[in-house]
T-cell receptor
Framework: EPEVTQTPSHQVTQMGQEVILRCVPI?????FYWYRQILGQKVEFLVS????????KSEIFDDQFSVERPDGSNFTLKIRSTKLEDSAMYFC????????????FGSGTQLSVL | AQKVTQAQTEISVVEKEDVTLDCVYE???????LFWYKQPPSGELVFLIR??????QNEISGRYSWNFQKSTSSFNFTITASQVVDSAVYFC????????????FGGGTRVLVKP
């Protein structure tokens, strides 16, 4: 089965630093997402992306966050100035249809902000 | 707004016992989709099943079965004859037409299967 690939699997950074989390969605998918999961908590929606623009974003996705699809294959999440509370597992997901289609999730990037 | 509630935070069973995970959802939409995902200790999210709101047939897939009841807004998941490899966190999730494919997850139920 095709896979969503995320790199790196673990990222450690200092508070205030910028991080970029990378994802390669499934090649024929059109809809892309970032979710995050703080340790021991539920998985939360951050942002959805379609046709090179953000479709929807949650309250968590403030001005410190941005997403980009720079080259037609990668999908990135940037956090400009990390805070301690940004420490979480970040999941990328993709799907080929908008409504009701299952999301294929990557294995996640564990971000630790020190 | 959508909401998914998984009242059981953790369930511990002995291998070969059956275990049922409860999921109750809220949505104002008449068209919606329900999902179960498994998160093993390795951390990835593994898709298990999708159900749309117009299909109330229960489903069985091997040792897994799902009971969808619109009347009680529930989508429960049963693992029959549990195995140690079933140990994981299981998430129920919902999307509806208002949300597109945005999934609202429940809090998850941790299942521990002891040998």
């Amino acid at each position: 089965e095709p896979e969503v690939t995320q790199t790196p699997s673990h990222q450690v950074t200092q508070m205030g630093q910028e991080v970029i989390l990378r994802c390669v969605p499934i090649s024929n998918h059109l809809y892309f997402y970032w979710y995050r999961q703080i340790l021991g908590q539920k998985v939360e929606f951050l942002v959805s992306f379609y046709n090179n623009e953000i479709s929807e974003k949650s309250e968590i996705f403030d001005d410190q966050f941005s997403v980009e699809r720079p080259d037609g294959s990668n999908f990135t999440l940037k956090i400009r100035s990390t805070k301690l509370e940004d420490s979480a597992m970040y999941f990328c997901a993709s799907s080929d249809r908008l409504l009701g289609e299952k999301l294929f999730f990557g294995s996640g990037t564990q971000l630790s902000v020190l | 707004a959508q909401k998914v509630t998984q009242a059981q935070t953790e369930i511990s069973v002995v291998e070969k016992e059956d275990v049922t995970l409860d999921c109750v959802y809220e949505t104002r939409d008449t068209t919606y989709y329900l999902f179960w995902y498994k998160q093993p200790p390795s951390g990835e999210l593994v898709f298990l099943i999708r159900r749309n709101s117009f299909d109330e047939q229960n489903e069985i897939s091997g040792r897994y079965s799902w009971n969808f009841q619109k009347s009680t807004s529930s989508f429960n998941f049963t693992i029959t004859a549990s195995q140690v490899v079933d140990s994981a966190v299981y998430f129920c999730a919902l999307s509806d037409t208002a949300a597109g494919n945005k999934l609202t997850f429940g809090g998850g139920t941790r299942v521990l299967v002891k040998p």
